[in-house]
């Protein structure tokens, strides 16, 4: 009698086992993760997603699959991550046009704030007011001149996107008047300036800097209130000629809100340890941009602050909401 229950207790207990085993999830990641980049293929936001995903792929035994998927500003990646299953496994690369597309969108078919948890910031830098060759202006002194002798043309990622928020700002603070021409993502945009379609645009440095080395481009002044190390030899637009003038970009990662805690917290861990190697500073410095690893916990609020700034900026710049 005791051995048979000694034998009964015994079978419970590796059938609970077994019943444990079969419930646990697997560790994250198990299978291929995918970041959607809500632009076209070759700008910033691309070039800094794939040197990421590269980094991540050999720490993680997964594939990093990067999806581009523009437009609308950014909007149509974003409610497609913000659709997905919250297991980390579908991320949104955002970029600091996410705050700025929302602010300018009467509705959206998600909440822009409470549909993403950040999980890391991938980098920071200034962006570079850049004109064509043709346009004979070498200074910021020189450009608010001519603009406001004939109307300048400029591009974008798209209406309510990053480049379009920090070129109005320029605009209001100088006084002048210019025309937007929007396209689908930065790569597009400047394809459209290196193409003489439009005179300028203030983009970041992997956008531009390539085409400026290249002498199809000219760049006049970084946004940074202070010159840049990341750019050097160019003057911030504050001091030379716009004063207090500043804007900065940023490069991160959104996941769907109610992705497990801890997931969040692999996938933050997993990226800073990627930003500190040697492959990704060197994408970094030959991009223009500054690796800015964060925890979980200093991002907690960014969309909260970012979209709330940006309202406040559209509103100063009479950007009506579409």
Same mark, same amino acid.
Request: aromatic content about 6%; cysteine-free; charged content about 15%.
């Given at each position: ?5 000694? !034998?009964?207790?015994? %079978? ?8 444990? *085993?079969? &419930?646990?999830?697997? $560790?994250?990641?198990?299978?291929? @993760? ?5 632009? +076209? ?11 990421? *995903?590269?980094? !991540? ?24 991550? *913000? ?10 690369? +955002? ?26 910031? %991938?980098?920071? $830098?200034?962006?570079? !007011?850049?004109?064509?060759?043709? @346009? =004979?202006? #070498? ?7 001519? $603009? ?20 109005? #700002? ?35 440095? =992997? ?13 006049? &002044? ?11 030899? /160019? ?28 997931? /969040?917290? &692999? ?15 060197? !994408? ?6 500054? $690796?800015?690893?964060?925890? @979980?916990?200093?991002? &907690? ?9 940006? #309202? ?11």
């Amino acid at each position: 009698m005791q051995f048979k229950t000694t !034998l009964l207790m015994a %079978i419970g207990f590796a059938g609970g086992l077994g019943f444990e *085993a079969e &419930a646990a999830e697997p $560790a994250y990641p198990s299978r291929n @993760v995918v970041i959607v980049v809500p632009f +076209a293929p070759g700008g910033s936001a691309d070039i800094l997603t794939r040197g990421l *995903a590269r980094g !991540l792929a050999g720490s993680w035994p997964v594939n990093i699959l990067v999806e581009n998927r523009p437009g609308a500003a950014s909007m149509i990646g974003a409610e497609h991550v *913000a659709n997905a299953e919250p297991d980390g496994y579908r991320m949104l690369h +955002a970029t600091s046009s996410y705050p700025g597309a929302v602010a300018t969108r009467r509705k959206l078919p998600f909440d822009p704030v409470s549909a993403f948890v950040p999980v890391a910031m %991938i980098a920071r $830098a200034p962006f570079i !007011l850049t004109v064509h060759p043709s @346009v =004979p202006v #070498r200074t910021v002194k020189e450009f608010i001149a001519i $603009a406001r002798k004939r109307s300048l043309t400029y591009s974008s990622s798209g209406a309510g996107g990053s480049n379009h928020f920090a070129t109005e #700002r320029f605009a209001m603070m100088a006084g002048i008047k210019m025309t937007h021409i929007p396209y689908k993502g930065v790569a597009p945009a400047v394809v459209g300036l290196i193409g003489g379609d439009v005179d300028a645009i203030l983009a970041s440095s =992997p956008a531009v800097m390539t085409q400026v080395k290249a002498g199809r481009a000219r760049a006049i &002044a970084v946004s940074s209130l202070e010159p840049s190390p990341l750019i050097p030899g /160019v003057p911030s637009i504050a001091q030379s000629g716009l004063p207090g003038y500043a804007y900065e970009n940023w490069w991160g990662l959104l996941v769907p809100s109610k992705t497990p805690a801890q997931t /969040v917290q &692999a996938i933050n861990a997993a990226v800073n340890k990627v930003l500190v190697s040697a492959e990704m500073r060197q !994408l970094l410095d030959r991009e223009g941009a500054m $690796a800015t690893p964060l925890s @979980v916990a200093q991002l &907690a609020d960014l969309l909260h602050r970012e979209i709330a700034a940006y #309202r406040e900026m559209a509103q100063a710049a009479g950007m009506k909401a579409e």
